[in-house]
């Protein structure tokens, strides 16, 4: 499938799955969502009543608990009918993604260590590797920085006035683990094995460098394997090419299932802080652009126009794990030479979420905000420099913005339970994430191959 074709096709999809997701909203699944709503609405009331009470051995606060039980159970069976009116549409899409999770761990591995075999010298791999994390380092400060900026700008929390919550109402979010042991255990893997049938990237990273410098190592008798895993790596990028000519399907499924769920009411709702969320993520597609410029000329512009339906795909899907293949056949494609591409590409998806990055201080102020609790520059600057170290390698984490987050907020003393505000809306800001990883990687990988005189 020729890749305009592919784009049109993957943008008609988008339209459609819009389109289907409203009418199926309407519909089919309203009635659930009311009763959702309603049992909400009375969880929301309990909880409250139950924050009051000092006595927990009256007879009304038992009584107050065994209604909110009853609640609970109203809404988990709704939320269950719910997901079973929408099988049909999630099948699609986790068909796709499944199968692009089936590729990307061999192709990392195959790929970095044919490229780090050809690098050959350790040298040149730490030199190389050098130029990446200082490209990663500065993408993500300029990423987090421009996101506190912004949110101090557009204030969208202020229209908030959101009372302090109780203690101890639960969000269900898991908080990330702060601990150097985690960090440490989370990088080096401990079985390869385990790590890709996890996609573990930034384990599979590592223990290819090893395998690639090994490979190098050896001489002569490592090029038998440097030939296998380089044709190894070609017949997973001929099986990217039948993969991907199932991702308009795949985007049609992923958008109605979103759109069916939430409806369209939830973009009223939100709409401030989502336009104005993606508004930011413009201006930071403009300063990644710009960056890559003053490298790479107009050439920059023209590997923007050549990943536009990975982007895509990342965007429809909310996940840059799905445009992966596809990324690392634009940028050889563009002229990067193979060794740099599967270097950078994989560091990039552990150590390189510009959107991510973004969204963190931006999410973060914004429930701060809300709360109308006030944070120091001083204290937002120590915010920003806790949340550069502790999302890094996080990314094969699900739902990793808002673990992060709620690990995060905490330290200021904002309530947790904020985080049910973006709970609803998270697949739709992490839509606008995805393609602003999916850009950030390309370009980073695109300038270190042109610093290192690697790119035709």
Same mark, same amino acid.
């Given at each position: 499938?020729?890749?305009?074709?592919?784009?049109?096709?993957?943008?008609?999809?988008?339209?459609?799955?819009?389109?289907?997701?409203?009418?199926?909203?309407?519909?089919?699944?309203?009635?659930?969502?009311?009763?959702?709503?309603?049992?909400?609405?009375?969880?929301?009331?309990?909880?409250?009543?139950?924050?009051?009470?000092?006595?927990?051995?009256?007879?009304?606060?038992?009584?107050?608990?065994?209604?909110?039980?009853?609640?609970?159970?109203?809404?988990?069976?709704?939320?269950?009918?719910?997901?079973?009116?929408?099988?049909?549409?999630?099948?699609?899409?986790?068909?796709?993604?499944?199968?692009?999770?089936?590729?990307?761990?061999?192709?990392?591995?195959?790929?970095?260590?044919?490229?780090?075999?050809?690098?050959?010298?350790?040298?040149?791999?730490?030199?190389?590797?050098?130029?990446?994390?200082?490209?990663?380092?500065?993408?993500?400060?300029?990423?987090?920085?421009?996101?506190?900026?912004?949110?101090?700008?557009?204030?969208?929390?202020?229209?908030?006035?959101?009372?302090?919550?109780?203690?101890?109402?639960?969000?269900?979010?898991?908080?990330?683990?702060?601990?150097?042991?985690?960090?440490?255990?989370?990088?080096?893997?401990?079985?390869?094995?385990?790590?890709?049938?996890?996609?573990?990237?930034?384990?599979?990273?590592?223990?290819?460098?090893?395998?690639?410098?090994?490979?190098?190592?050896?001489?002569?008798?490592?090029?038998?394997?440097?030939?296998?895993?380089?044709?190894?790596?070609?017949?997973?990028?001929?099986?990217?090419?039948?993969?991907?000519?199932?991702?308009?399907?795949?985007?049609?499924?992923?958008?109605?299932?979103?759109?069916?769920?939430?409806?369209?009411?939830?973009?009223?709702?939100?709409?401030?802080?989502?336009?104005?969320?993606?508004?930011?993520?413009?201006?930071?597609?403009?300063?990644?652009?710009?960056?890559?410029?003053?490298?790479?000329?107009?050439?920059?512009?023209?590997?923007?126009?050549?990943?536009?339906?990975?982007?895509?795909?990342?965007?429809?899907?909310?996940?840059?794990?799905?445009?992966?293949?596809?990324?690392?056949? +634009?940028?050889?494609?563009?002229?990067?030479?193979?060794?740099?591409?599967?270097?950078?590409?994989?560091?990039?998806?552990?150590?390189?979420?510009?959107?991510?990055?973004?969204?963190?201080?931006?999410?973060?102020?914004?429930?701060?905000?809300?709360?109308?609790?006030?944070?120091?520059?001083?204290?937002?600057?120590?915010?920003?420099?806790?949340?550069?170290?502790?999302?890094?390698?996080?990314?094969?984490?699900?739902?990793?913005?808002?673990?992060?987050?709620?690990?995060?907020?905490?330290?200021?003393?904002?309530? +947790?339970?904020?985080?049910?505000?973006?709970?609803?809306?998270?697949?739709?800001?992490?839509?606008?994430?995805?393609?602003?990883?999916?850009?950030?990687?390309?370009?980073?990988?695109?300038?270190?191959?042109?610093?290192?005189?690697?790119?035709?």
């Amino acid at each position: 499938m020729r890749r305009s074709k592919l784009t049109l096709y993957i943008f008609i999809a988008l339209v459609v799955g819009v389109v289907t997701g409203y009418l199926y909203n309407t519909l089919v699944i309203n009635d659930i969502n009311t009763n959702l709503s309603a049992a909400d609405a009375q969880i929301k009331t309990i909880d409250t009543r139950l924050a009051a009470i000092t006595d927990t051995t009256v007879a009304g606060y038992k009584q107050l608990k065994v209604q909110r039980a009853e609640q609970v159970i109203i809404r988990k069976a709704n939320d269950t009918a719910r997901e079973d009116k929408l099988v049909a549409f999630n099948v699609l899409s986790d068909i796709f993604l499944r199968l692009i999770k089936m590729i990307v761990a061999p192709l990392v591995f195959t790929t970095l260590v044919v490229g780090v075999a050809k690098v050959g010298d350790i040298k040149a791999v730490g030199r190389i590797g050098g130029k990446t994390l200082l490209w990663f380092l500065s993408a993500t400060l300029v990423s987090l920085l421009l996101g506190m900026v912004l949110v101090n700008f557009f204030e969208p929390g202020k229209a908030m006035h959101l009372p302090l919550p109780d203690s101890h109402i639960n969000t269900g979010v898991q908080k990330a683990a702060l601990s150097l042991r985690d960090f440490i255990s989370h990088v080096f893997p401990k079985s390869i094995i385990e790590s890709m049938a996890n996609n573990e990237i930034l384990q599979i990273v590592v223990f290819s460098l090893f395998f690639g410098v090994a490979t190098a190592a050896i001489g002569e008798k490592g090029e038998v394997v440097i030939k296998a895993m380089d044709a190894i790596a070609h017949v997973i990028l001929k099986l990217t090419g039948y993969v991907m000519k199932a991702a308009p399907l795949a985007v049609f499924g992923a958008i109605t299932a979103i759109i069916a769920k939430q409806g369209l009411g939830i973009l009223s709702t939100y709409a401030i802080f989502i336009s104005e969320f993606y508004f930011s993520l413009v201006i930071l597609w403009l300063v990644v652009i710009l960056a890559g410029y003053f490298v790479l000329g107009k050439r920059a512009l023209t590997l923007v126009n050549n990943i536009k339906d990975a982007m895509l795909v990342a965007f429809s899907t909310s996940t840059s794990e799905a445009a992966y293949p596809r990324v690392l056949m +634009e940028l050889e494609r563009f002229g990067c030479n193979n060794k740099i591409v599967s270097f950078v590409l994989p560091l990039g998806y552990s150590f390189n979420l510009d959107g991510s990055m973004m969204y963190m201080t931006f999410a973060s102020l914004f429930l701060a905000q809300s709360y109308n609790i006030h944070l120091s520059f001083e204290q937002q600057l120590s915010m920003l420099l806790v949340l550069m170290l502790t999302s890094k390698g996080i990314a094969g984490v699900p739902r990793a913005s808002l673990v992060v987050i709620a690990g995060t907020i905490a330290m200021f003393n904002i309530p +947790e339970a904020g985080l049910a505000l973006l709970i609803g809306i998270d697949p739709l800001l992490d839509m606008g994430r995805s393609a602003t990883n999916v850009l950030g990687n390309a370009m980073a990988t695109a300038v270190v191959s042109k610093w290192e005189k690697e790119i035709d």
